[in-house]
């Protein structure tokens, strides 16, 4: 990704036939393409060619994943669907054991989709497709011939310890993937995206601060999955400047919010923080004075936060996740 100045292209063209040189490979720059943006259509040419390449246009793909500079749209992702199909057609399952089926059906998903996967939020549609194809596939019998689904597909793809057999559901694993990425920046995992993520997105706030709206596709998907990556996780609580007073799992078992619906529906403030709740428990403003169960609700509330013990200034929250 360069500047699109004579000078940048010439020393890119530099850059390439050094590795040429030094790696002993031979760029293919027939096959190679040239995405240029924010320029006339003849300056975007000339670009293409003083690389001597192709003038690529959006939307494209890269490793198997489509991109775009707009919004990809179902009609966009929906090839990386059929191609599952191809792979899962009933007639290659038919002299397969359902034990065999079944592993043929998790490794397709694995590989065709997974990685797709963890930077899209597949509509449901497309959810329902990849159901369609797995359920056909799964239940084929003799000829063109399908056998009668003794068992819904949904209670199919429930784990083993549940009643299931196991298959991976797209649609739960295109969250859990997702919500990985939630994960890796609420610890600081990463590197170069984790630097782009915090001072394009973040810019300084805690994850559970950040802005829903606006961004990319992909800061979109990650950030509606918010609340998922609450219900599987517990916070300890250091300053607690980066932790949800109401919605996060920092004091018991479930969320404050969930334990006390009747003083969240009248908080004036339901994105306080801990920190800010705490110093001075004044700041909780509600929207109206409380009534009878509100006041013993919100007795029952600061007898909990009695128990607590002091919060350190300047101590980092942590989170910890909890298997349910």
């Given at each position: 990704?360069v500047?699109?100045?004579?000078?940048?292209?010439?020393n890119?063209?530099?850059?390439?036939?050094?590795?040429?040189?030094?790696?002993?490979l031979?760029?293919?720059?027939?096959?190679?393409?040239?995405?240029?943006?924010g320029?006339?259509p003849?300056?975007?040419?000339?670009?293409?060619?003083?690389?001597?390449?192709?003038?690529?246009?959006?939307?494209t793909?890269?490793?198997?994943?489509?991109?775009?500079?707009?919004?990809?749209?179902?009609?966009?992702?929906?090839?990386?669907?059929?191609?599952?199909?191809?792979r899962?057609?009933?007639?290659?399952?038919?002299?397969l054991?359902?034990?065999?089926?079944?592993?043929?059906?998790?490794?397709?998903?694995?590989?065709?989709?997974?990685?797709?996967?963890?930077?899209?939020?597949?509509?449901?549609?497309?959810h329902?497709?990849?159901?369609?194809?797995?359920?056909?596939f799964?239940?084929?019998?003799?000829?063109?011939?399908?056998?009668?689904?003794?068992?819904?597909?949904?209670?199919?793809?429930?784990?083993k310890?549940?009643?299931?057999?196991?298959?991976l559901?797209?649609?739960?694993?295109?969250?859990?993937?997702?919500?990985?990425?939630?994960?890796?920046?609420?610890?600081?995992?990463?590197?170069?995206?984790?630097?782009?993520?915090?001072?394009k997105?973040?810019?300084?706030?805690?994850?559970?601060?950040?802005?829903?709206?606006?961004?990319?596709?992909?800061?979109?998907?990650?950030?509606?999955?918010?609340?998922?990556?609450?219900i599987?996780?517990?916070?300890?609580?250091?300053?607690?400047?980066?932790?949800?007073?109401?919605?996060?799992?920092?004091?018991g078992?479930?969320?404050?919010?969930?334990?006390?619906?009747?003083?969240?529906?009248?908080?004036?403030?339901?994105?306080?923080?801990?920190?800010?709740?705490?110093?001075?428990?004044?700041?909780?403003?509600?929207?109206?004075?409380?009534?009878?169960?509100?006041?013993?609700?919100w007795?029952?509330?600061?007898?909990?936060?009695?128990?607590?013990?002091?919060?350190?200034?300047?101590?980092?929250?942590s989170?910890?996740?909890?298997?349910?």
């Amino acid at each position: 990704m360069v500047e699109g100045s004579e000078s940048d292209i010439a020393n890119l063209k530099f850059l390439l036939l050094c590795f040429q040189r030094m790696s002993g490979l031979t760029i293919n720059f027939d096959k190679s393409e040239v995405m240029v943006l924010g320029y006339p259509p003849v300056e975007a040419q000339g670009i293409a060619d003083r690389l001597n390449c192709r003038l690529g246009s959006f939307p494209t793909t890269y490793l198997g994943i489509p991109i775009s500079d707009s919004r990809l749209t179902v009609a966009d992702l929906r090839p990386s669907v059929t191609w599952m199909q191809h792979r899962v057609e009933p007639w290659k399952g038919r002299w397969l054991s359902k034990a065999a089926r079944v592993i043929l059906i998790n490794s397709s998903l694995a590989s065709l989709l997974w990685f797709l996967m963890s930077f899209y939020r597949l509509h449901e549609t497309l959810h329902q497709e990849v159901a369609k194809y797995q359920s056909r596939f799964y239940w084929a019998g003799e000829g063109d011939k399908q056998k009668y689904h003794m068992v819904s597909w949904p209670d199919i793809c429930k784990p083993k310890d549940q009643g299931g057999l196991g298959i991976l559901s797209s649609h739960r694993m295109n969250i859990a993937l997702l919500t990985r990425w939630l994960w890796r920046i609420a610890n600081g995992e990463g590197s170069l995206w984790l630097t782009i993520i915090q001072n394009k997105y973040l810019r300084g706030q805690p994850l559970a601060f950040c802005q829903r709206s606006g961004g990319s596709q992909f800061w979109q998907a990650v950030t509606q999955l918010l609340p998922v990556l609450r219900i599987g996780t517990s916070i300890s609580v250091g300053s607690g400047s980066s932790t949800l007073f109401w919605f996060d799992r920092w004091l018991g078992d479930s969320p404050l919010a969930a334990r006390f619906p009747g003083l969240f529906a009248i908080a004036a403030d339901p994105r306080i923080s801990v920190e800010a709740a705490l110093i001075d428990l004044g700041r909780l403003a509600f929207r109206r004075s409380f009534g009878p169960q509100e006041v013993d609700a919100w007795d029952a509330l600061l007898q909990d936060i009695a128990l607590l013990p002091m919060q350190v200034e300047g101590a980092t929250d942590s989170m910890a996740w909890r298997l349910e």
